[in-house]
């Protein structure tokens, strides 16, 4: 049992900077296209952007929104700040460096304080808005796993403490608690926009 836990430790070690840098690219190019948008919304109140598909996924009628700012920022800015942050860290991490116990419950905060923001923005959009912007949501669903594995990982390495027998149903279940928490974002949109997409069948 020992060398089977040490062992997902070193992979997850391994892999943790990939999730890093990939779900950071990502984020970064979301963001990017968002705020560039955003930016032509502004300049032109009649601009369309390229990510209004139909009724329920539309960047236009969310943009328009008091959600989409936070503190009279856009929030497609602190995108671009997080994820060319994690983007870093990510890189820092591939090439062996050490981060200090400090910095990784630092990590967590930031990761914690983002998944809450993307469920609030889940919720807005979903029972506010009636309408989910696609790049938006690209940026959410990579949001979770790197909350997720960022909290797995600070948690096997001890720099936050919780029981023994949490910290190993968490560890033992992490793929499945992954899989469920999707297939409950999924269920909530295919339920709430079900007179929409029975239009389409």
């Known amino acids: 049992m020992a060398a089977a836990n040490?062992?997902?430790?070193?992979?997850l070690a391994r892999a943790l900077p990939y999730i890093f840098i990939i779900a950071g690219v990502v984020g970064l190019?979301?963001?990017?296209?968002?705020?560039?948008?955003?930016?032509q919304v502004l300049k032109n109140?009649?601009?369309?952007p390229a990510c209004n598909i139909n009724p329920i996924f539309?960047?236009?009628?969310?943009m328009e929104k008091e959600q989409a700012s936070l503190l009279g920022v856009p929030n497609t800015l602190f995108g671009l700040v997080?994820?060319?942050?994690?983007?870093?860290?990510g890189l820092l991490l591939a090439s062996g460096a050490k981060i200090q116990k400090r910095l990784w419950q630092l990590v967590?905060?930031?990761a914690t304080g983002g998944v809450v923001f993307m469920h609030y923005l889940f919720f807005q959009a979903v029972y506010?808005?009636?309408?989910?912007?696609?790049?938006c949501f690209v940026v959410w669903m990579i949001t979770i796993p790197i909350f997720w594995y960022t909290t797995l990982y600070v948690l096997r390495e001890g720099h936050i403490k919780v029981s023994k027998k949490?910290?190993?149903?968490?560890?033992?279940?992490?793929?499945?608690?992954?899989?469920i928490w999707y297939a409950v974002i999924f269920g909530i949109l295919l339920e709430h926009f079900w007179y929409y997409w029975e239009t389409l069948i």
Do not use: E
Not at 29 to 39: E, F, H, Q, R
Not at 82 to 89: H, M, Y
Not at 129 to 134: F, H, K, M, R
């Open 29 to 39: 190019i979301a963001s990017s296209v968002l705020t560039y948008d955003k930016i």
């Open 6 to 11: 040490k062992q997902r430790q070193i992979t």
């Open 82 to 89: 997080a994820f060319t942050a994690l983007i870093t860290l």
């Open 166 to 179: 949490l910290d190993s149903f968490l560890q033992d279940n992490h793929a499945s608690i992954l899989l």
């Open 45 to 48: 109140p009649g601009y369309d």
């Open 108 to 110: 967590q905060i930031s």
């Open 128 to 135: 506010r808005i009636n309408a989910i912007c696609p790049w």
């Open 58 to 62: 539309s960047c236009g009628s969310v």
